[in-house]
C-alpha cells in the first residue's frame, strides 16, 4: 500500500504449515470421517476440530477444522483439486485457508478512539492476528494517534451532498489490499451499494445490546429507559440498519448514578473488547454466517 | 392469614430496634445536616447512610439511613410526629419504617417453580428478610411445593371470561394482609385497576433484557435474533406492559448450540436471581421509584 | 434401592440411542479418521465432537464424541468388541456409554442444605441427568428435606472414634447401587481407603477459590485478607486434602462490608451453581482426568 | 518536571470548588449530624457521601463527602482550622483534599506495555483523574511507547550489585514532584526503606488472584494447579511481599486448552483492568487503609 504497510504480525510456531477448512452442507452421516479421512491420507495432522447442526435429521452441518501439513502453501492447490468431488457428493459449500496469509483490515472510524487504540495495541502484541492496511476517517482528529503507530491515514470527509463521492474515494482506497472492514465507531451509515462489496466483510461494533437500543444515540435511550446494564454489540453490517448476524456481545453493570455521559465512557470498555474479540474471530475464519445468525467456534 | 402463617424469619443482632428513614426532595444545602442532626437529638445511631442526588444545583435529592434506636417501636410515633415540621419546611416526601416489621408478600405463579423455590429457600434460610403469606396460581400445579414449605396455595383460575371475577377473588385474598405482590413467572396480564391498589407494590419477573424482547415469548425472539447473551428483568408492573420501572437485570452467556428450550432452561437461572435480588431490596426499603426509573441503595 | 428410588429423569428426544465415546491415547495422525470411519461404518450418526491435544507433536491426544445409533443398547457390545483392534493399535485408553443408562449419585452433607437443595430441584427439571440413589449425613438436620423430595435419607453419625465403622456403614449403603459421591458441603475428612473406592468418581465443593484458603475456614481466612472476590472450587477428592483436580470454579464480588458470616451467606450461591455445574457435566461423561488436572468438554 | 510535563486532566463541572473530607475515628453517635452540620454552616453543598463501620457499639467509623464549596482553594486552610476542635473532639484522623489538586503519579514498568498503556490512555480520556509526572524502567524497551505519549521516560538497570544505587535514583527522580507510585508490572522487589516513602502510596498489581500464587511465575504455577480462573490483585505494597492491602481484584475464565503462554497473554486484560480502576479510586481519594484491608468507597 505505502511504506507504512510493513506490518508485523508475530507467528505461532508452526503457523507457517497451518491451515484451515470450513464446511457447510446438509447434515448426513459420514460426513466427518470422508473429511478427516481425506485429511489424514493427503498428510495433514487435525489440531482443532469444532462441529455443529442445526439437526442431526435434515439439518445443515457445519464444521471448522484447522490442521497442519508440512509446505502448505506449495500443496493447497491440489489439496483443493482433490476435495472437489466430494464436496460436490456431499454439497458442500466449502474454503481452505491458509493461516499465514494473514488478513488486511481496514478501520473506518469518527472521533472516538477507544476502540481504534484496542484494535492497534491487539495487532502489536498479536492477538489481533491481522495486518492493518490503513484507518479512514471522516474527521482528522485522529490522524496523529495512527500515524504514531505507524499507519496510514485517509481522511475523507462525508456529508450528504458528498456521500456517494467519498464512498467511492473509500471504494478506491480499499480496492484490492482489504480483505474485511471494521467500523471501530463510524458514526456514519454506509450504501447498500458499499456494503455489496464486503458481505459479512464489514464488522461494526454497536454501543447497545441489541435489539435493544437500535440506532442513534443508544446511551441517552439507556438513561431515560433506567437499564441497570449497558451492552455493546459486535455485528456483520447489512443493509438494513442494526439488524445484521450478531457476533458477540458484553455487558457492563450501571446504576442510577450514571448520566448518559457516564454510560458512554463505562461503555467504551466494553465496546472496545466486544470488538476485539469479534474482529479477532474473523479473521480466524472462526465465524459462519448462516440464516442471519453466526456460528462462532471461539 | 391461616394455621400456616407462622413464618420465621430470623433477627439480625439488634434488628428489633433498626429503623430506616427515606426521604426525598428539592436538594438544597442543609438537608443531612438537619435530618442526622434530629435523628442524633432523639438518641439515634446511625448505621448505614446512602444518598443521591439528579442534581445539586435545583435537583431532586434522595436519602435512605438506618439507625438504631432503643425501643423504636414504642418511640416511632414521637419520632415521626417531632419530623414533621423540618420535613414540611424542606418539601420532603419521606417515611420512616421499622425493620422489625416484616413484609408481607403474596406470591403468584402459574406452573413453572424456579423463581417460587428460590423465594422460598432464600426466606427459610434468611436472605429474603420477608413473611410469605400465601402463593396463589392460575394451575394447581404448584399447590404440593407450595404445601410442602407449610404455606397456603391458592388455586384460582383464569380465562378470558373469568378474569375480572378472579381478579376480585385475588384482591380478597390480598386485601388486608399483603404489603407486596410478586409475580414469579405469573403468566397472565393484570388489570390497571388491580396494579392501581400496588402501586410500586408488584415486582414482575420479565424472562428478557428489557427493552428488548418486550411481551410474549421473549426467548423465541432471542433465539430468532442471535443474540449472544440472555437476560432477565424485575421491574415494578404498571399498566403500561413490561415498561415499569427497573430494578435489577442480569444476564447469561448462550450460543449457536442453544435451542428455544435451552434458552429457556438456562434462562431460568437468571431470572430466579434477578428476582430475589430485587425483592430483597425492596422489602429491605432500598428501592426508591422516580421518573419511572429507580434509585436503588444496595 | 427402595421404594424410593424410582426418580424420574425426563430423556431428550433420541436419548435413548444415544451413545458417547471417550478416547485418551498419544497423539499421532489419522486417530479422528480412523475412529469417525468406524462409527460411520457402524451405522452411527455423530451429534457431537470435542477434542484436545496437548501437543500435536507426541502430545496426548483426547477426544469426545457423542452418536445415535438405532438400537444402541442391543448392539454396544458388537460395537465395542469391533473396536478394540484399532484402540489397540493406537494406545488408546477408551470407553463407551449410554446416555441412558444414566449414572446413580449418593450426596454426602452435614447440617449446610444450600448445595443439597440445588442438587435436588436441578435433577427435579431434568437439568442435572442423573439419579440421586440416596442422601447421607452424619447430622440428622436434613432428614425432612430429603424426604419432601421422595428420596432416602441415611443419618451415619461420624466421631474420631466411630470414623471407621461409619465409613464402612456408608460403604455398605453405596456398595452396588452409587457411581458417584458428591460431597455437597459434607464437612469431615474421608479416609484415602474410602476414596479409593471411587477414583475420579467422587465431587467436593470447596468453599474457596483453590489454591487459595485450602483447609478449614476458608471465609475467616477470605475475611482476615481482606479479598475483593470469594470463590468455590468443584474437584475430583483424592487423599491429598484440597489438592483434587479442579473441575470448576467461580467467584462472587464482596467488600469491605462483609463479615464472616456475610462471605458465608454470600458464597452459598457460588458453591451450589459450581457444585452442580461440576456433576453435570460429570454425569454426561464430560470431564477426562488427566496429570491431576481436568479436561472438560462442555 | 520538564516540558514534558504539562499533561491536561480535563475538568468536570464544578470540580474546582470540589473538595472531600475523609475521616476515621472511634465510632459514636452524633459524628455526621456535628461534620455535616459544620459543613453547612460552611457554606458547602455536600454531594456525595458513604460512610462504614466496623461495629456500630464500639466499632471504627469510616467517612468519606464529596462537597461543593465556592472559592475552595482559598477557604481551605479555614475551613481547616475550624475542623480542629470537633476533630479532636472524637479522636478522628482526617484530611480534606481538593479534587483541583491532582494527584501525580511515578509509573514504573519493566517490559510488559499492557498496564501502562491503559493508564495512559485513561489519563489522556480523563478516565484516570491524575497526572503522570513520569515513567520509570529498568528496561529501556517502552521509552519509544512513552514518548509518544509525550511522557519523560528514565531508564534505570537494577542488578542485585546496583539495587540501592538504583533506588537512590528513582527516589531522587520522584523527590518533590511525585504523590504515588505504581507499578504497572514492575518485576524488582522494592526495598522497605524505599517504600517506606510511599506508605499507602505504592500501588502493585500482581498477576495472580491473591493469596493464591504468591511470589514469581503466578502463570506456570496456575497451569500447573488447572485453575478453571485467573486472576488479578491490586494492592499497596508494603515491606511483606505480595501481602499488602488489596485494593482490587477480578478474575477471567481459562480451560484445559490454555498454556501458561496463553494464560499471560489472557491475564494481561484483567491486570489492566484491575489496575487503573484501583489507581483511579486512589486518586480520586476513596480509599482508606484499616488493619491491613481496604475500605473502597467507589
Same mark, same amino acid.
Request: charged residues 25%; negative net charge.
Given at each position: ?11 505461532r510456531p508452526g503457523m507457517r504449515d497451518l491451515g ?23 498428510? !495433514?495432522? @487435525? ?17 471448522? $477444522? ?8 506449495? &500443496? ?13 457428493? =456431499? ?11 494473514? &488478513?488486511?483490515?481496514? @478501520?473506518?472510524?469518527?472521533? !472516538? ?5 484496542? $484494535?492497534?495495541?491487539? +495487532? &502489536? ?15 482528522p482528529d485522529l490522524a496523529e494517534t495512527v500515524h ?22 473509500? $471504494? ?40 435493544? =437500543? ?11 429507559r433506567g437499564v441497570k446494564l449497558i451492552g455493546a ?13 450478531? @457476533? ?16 458512554? +465512557? ?5 465496546? +472496545? ?19 442471519? &445468525?453466526?456460528?462462532? =467456534?471461539?
Open positions: 500500500m505505502t511504506a507504512y504497510s510493513s506490518v508485523y504480525v508475530p507467528e484451515r477448512l470450513l464446511i457447510s452442507c446438509p447434515d448426513r452421516p459420514g460426513i466427518v470421517a470422508t473429511v478427516t479421512g481425506y485429511l489424514f491420507r493427503s498428510g !495433514a495432522t @487435525i489440531t482443532e476440530s469444532q462441529q455443529y447442526t442445526t439437526d442431526p435429521n435434515a439439518g445443515r452441518f457445519f464444521l471448522r $477444522l484447522e490442521f497442519v501439513l508440512p509446505e502448505l502453501e506449495r &500443496k493447497l492447490a491440489d489439496l483443493e483439486h482433490g476435495f472437489t468431488d466430494m464436496a460436490e457428493a =456431499f454439497g458442500m459449500e466449502w474454503r481452505f485457508t491458509r493461516a499465514a496469509r494473514i &488478513k488486511r483490515l481496514a @478501520i473506518m472510524v469518527s472521533k !472516538a478512539d477507544h476502540a481504534l487504540q484496542e $484494535l492497534l495495541w491487539r +495487532r &502489536k502484541t498479536g492477538d489481533l492476528r491481522a495486518e492493518i492496511s490503513m484507518v479512514i476517517s471522516n474527521h504514531g503507530w505507524g499507519l496510514p491515514f485517509h481522511h475523507i470527509p462525508v456529508s450528504a451532498e458528498t456521500k456517494a463521492e467519498a464512498e467511492e474515494k473509500q $471504494l478506491n482506497l480499499l480496492a484490492d489490499d482489504v480483505d474485511t472492514v471494521v467500523l471501530a465507531r463510524y458514526m456514519q451509515v454506509l450504501s447498500p451499494d458499499f456494503l455489496s462489496r464486503f458481505p459479512n466483510q464489514a464488522i461494526n461494533i454497536h454501543h447497545s445490546f441489541l435489539p435493544a =437500543f437500535v440506532g442513534a444515540n443508544p446511551y441517552a435511550a439507556a438513561e431515560q454489540t459486535a455485528h456483520y453490517v447489512t443493509a438494513d440498519l442494526d439488524a445484521g448476524p450478531i @457476533i458477540e456481545q458484553d455487558v457492563c453493570r450501571v446504576d442510577h448514578r450514571h448520566s448518559v455521559a457516564d454510560l458512554r +465512557r463505562s461503555g467504551r470498555y466494553v465496546e +472496545r473488547a466486544v470488538l476485539a474479540r469479534a474482529v479477532s474471530w474473523h479473521v480466524e475464519d472462526r465465524v459462519i454466517v448462516h440464516d442471519n &445468525k453466526t456460528i462462532v =467456534f471461539a
